[in-house]
């Protein structure tokens, strides 16, 4: 038999073409049997309405503190973390208090379902997908509205669920506090600019001929081998034929170029460099640069140069740097916002 049509949104089957028993659909989705009839979706006139200690006030009280010394607990450690966090932060005790605070909001909240909300189970069966009539929408309008009000009847245990809430949650922002300086502040500049000398890490200052054709060398703006997004590589490509790009003229000291060190990716230090191939590579997730062609990415995941430092050599035939990156160091992110 060919179906020629679909069911109708009120559930009727019975149109012309139709034969529920052909329908794959009715028998796999849904496990039942096509000739039974649909449970309902809200079984009326169940007594759902009742909890744990519904006929006990007092036990229903006792509940009622248990609950709230859990949430005490759980706004005391918020406090501690809070304390903790402001005189210096101690990773172990941090962690605790968050073991606590989560533990105790948890069992506060285990226990007011167990307790002092209904505890009858309905299962509702899907049906067919489609509109539920008058009456069973009706019915779940009621049986919703009954699970709401052993909520609304409970002032205090929803007062202080607000007060652990707003302690609690204050308290976890603080790692985003931890998270450091936001991008555009700082870490767009670095310890770079005009007249600054090229040091080792030793702070020993480098003149060109200290890196030997195809050498490679980290190096630091002088007094400043601490600052970690000022780390630039010093690489002597010799003879090698190598783009210059606009606005780049004069950057480089014959074959000595230097760019950050720092990976456009995820600002991993980029020190893998392949001499044979004139390569940097990122040992991260192998980002590689092509250093003859401005440090541009060749493969992986970075989809930005790496920014080139202006070179000069000052009248004690030191190298220095003419000016700072004139671009952000470090992952791509920085130029998205
Ligand atoms: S951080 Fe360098 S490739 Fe990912």
């Known amino acids: 038999m060919t179906t020629t049509d679909r069911p109708t949104a009120s559930g009727d089957h019975s149109y012309a073409g139709y034969d529920e028993d052909d329908d794959p659909k009715v028998k796999l989705h849904y496990g039942i049997d096509p000739h039974d009839p649909w449970p309902d979706d809200v079984p009326r006139g169940q007594d759902d309405s009742r909890w744990r200690f519904q006929d006990n006030p007092r036990l229903a009280r006792r509940a009622e503190l248990k609950i709230a010394f859990c949430w005490t607990l759980t706004m005391l450690s918020g406090i501690a973390l809070a304390i903790v966090y402001c005189v210096g932060g101690q990773p172990q005790v941090e962690g605790t ?16 379902a167990r307790d002092l909300l209904p505890g009858t189970e309905v299962t509702a069966s899907r049906g067919t997908h489609n509109i539920s009539d ?11 509205n009954r699970t709401v009000d052993p909520i609304a009847r409970r002032p205090f245990l929803l007062r202080m669920l607000g007060l652990v ?30 007249g600054v000398r090229l040091v080792d890490q030793d702070n020993n200052p480098l003149k060109p001929a200290d890196i030997a054709v195809n050498g490679i060398l980290t190096v630091f703006p002088e007094n400043n081998i601490e600052s970690p997004q000022s780390s630039t590589v010093l690489i002597n490509l010799g003879d090698a034929p190598f783009d210059v790009r606009p606005g780049t003229v004069g950057w480089n000291i014959g074959g000595l170029v230097a760019f950050s060190k720092i990976c456009t990716h995820a600002g991993c230090p980029v020190g893998l460099y392949n001499a044979q191939t004139h390569q940097l590579v990122c040992p991260c997730h192998q980002s590689t640069f092509d250093v003859l062609k401005g440090c541009n990415p060749v493969f992986g995941p970075a989809s930005r140069s790496l920014p080139q430092l202006p070179l000069a050599v000052n009248n004690a035939g030191y190298l220095i740097s003419s000016e700072g990156y004139q671009q952000p160091v470090g992952p791509g992110f920085w130029n998205r916002a």
């Open 97 to 112: 208090m968050l073991f606590v605070g989560f533990v105790g909001l948890g069992v506060g909240l285990i226990l007011w």
């Open 134 to 144: 008058a009456a069973k929408r009706e019915a779940a309008v009621e049986a919703f």
């Open 165 to 194: 809430g707003g302690v609690f949650g204050v308290a976890a922002l603080f790692p985003i506090a931890s998270l450091g300086d936001r991008p555009h502040r700082t870490l767009y500049k670095t310890a770079w600019g005009p």
